[in-house]
């Protein structure tokens, strides 16, 4: 799948960047053959799990001297995601919840030490050895049943023995494969509910994983619901992040790299798409002039709307992760929420646009197929069911994102009521 040669593909900017591209070439293939059964039974992709686990891409957003990659770059981390997706999507989507959890650690960590607080950043390097050696797997599901992720139901309540955690998260996408799941939760205190970060321990008895995914596409994602009741974890695995139902820095921090992390494999699938259509008109003819169809126009004209569609995706994105990279080089520890506000709203742009333009290429790839692409054994039919989840993926439906992106623009208020 390295072969594939489409104009302004996505290319990593830094020689880790380039080193995880490279392993992402290699493993999409094997990817590849697998995704067929794994779709057809929504089975979880072990077998992809443990190669990322090989190649040291589980930790790709860890620094080198705990064994990672060392990438920092998120638009990096994307160029690779979206290579993934071309042979994946559900893993590629699963390891931006685990990249998204690795990359926030690294950038508090590069703070605190920077800050000279050495105390910190000593109690996160254990954390980051544990990420580096894939000791440590993490998820982060921030969905619940009717909420949104700003008002998380699920609570955390003080006991004796820490903290007790009771409530339920849905789109638990790769907690098969989690040792840590790093939730959000409510915490009632004497100033009102506060959001707050949890960090457990997936075999903890009161966590009940729901084996509940069937999905229409991604269907190897493992985006099971996971039940919490009475499960109980010490109390410095709680972390406030700031008011029930605020934006924070931590929160946007997190979710900026992890929607960039999100909407890149959605542009892989469409590559994907893209260069199966186009190497299965190689030699096809239809009479009753028996021409080659890549002489005909209508098929020129539609393969044209894909390569542009596709440069106009390969440009928001390396627009959009330049921008993210340059504020976190020009703001190494939190960054000014005014600002920060503004590149999460522009994000979630990018997510709206890419995720929909991904599903037009994909549609016109299956018009280009003719009646084979309607047949179950066509892998373009998974394609068109994986693209089609890229609107539904929080942290914004793309109906919250352009309405965020809207109040942001004209200073308007920016609570979710």
Known sequence: MNDLSLPGGLEASTEAGTRFALLADTLAPRFWERAAQQDREATFPTQNVADLVDTAVIAVAIPQ?????????????????????????????????????????????????????????????????ELGAARMITCGPASEPGTNILHPELRATRVEQGWQLDGTKVFATFSPAATVLAITARVETDDGPRLALAMVDSANPGVHFCDDWDGLGVRASGSQSIRFEGAIIPRGMVRTLGPWGDWNDGWLDAFLTGTFGLAAPFCGIAEQAHRLSVAALAGRTK???????????????????????????????????????????????????????????????????VT??????????????????????????????????????????????????????????????
């Open 356 to 417: 929909r333009t991904a599903i037009t290429v994909v549609d016109r790839c299956l018009t280009l197929s003719g009646g084979s692409g309607y047949q179950a054994a066509n892998p373009l039919g998974r394609l068109w069911r994986d693209a089609r989840a890229g609107p539904f993926m929080q942290p914004m439906s793309e109906v919250d994102g352009p309405i965020h992106a809207g109040r942001v623009t004209l200073g308007a208020d920016l609570a979710w009521r």
């Open 287 to 353: 009479g009753p002039s028996h021409r080659p169809l890549s002489e005909r126009t209508e098929v020129q004209a539609l393969v044209g709307a894909n390569v542009g569609d596709l440069f106009s995706c390969h440009g928001m994105l390396e627009r959009m992760g330049r921008r993210i990279d340059a504020l976190h080089a020009a703001h190494p520890g939190p960054v000014p929420l005014a600002l920060h506000h503004q590149a999460f709203a522009e994000m979630q742009m990018v997510k709206h646009l």
């Open 65 to 129: 001297r705990f064994g990672g990659l060392g990438v920092r770059s998120t638009y990096d981390l994307g160029v690779g995601l979206a290579r993934l997706a071309r042979g994946c999507a559900s893993t590629a989507l699963g390891l931006n919840m685990h990249i998204a959890v690795c990359h926030n650690l690294t950038r508090r960590w590069d703070h605190l030490r920077r800050s000279g607080d050495s105390t910190g950043a000593d109690r996160l390097e254990g954390q980051l050895a």
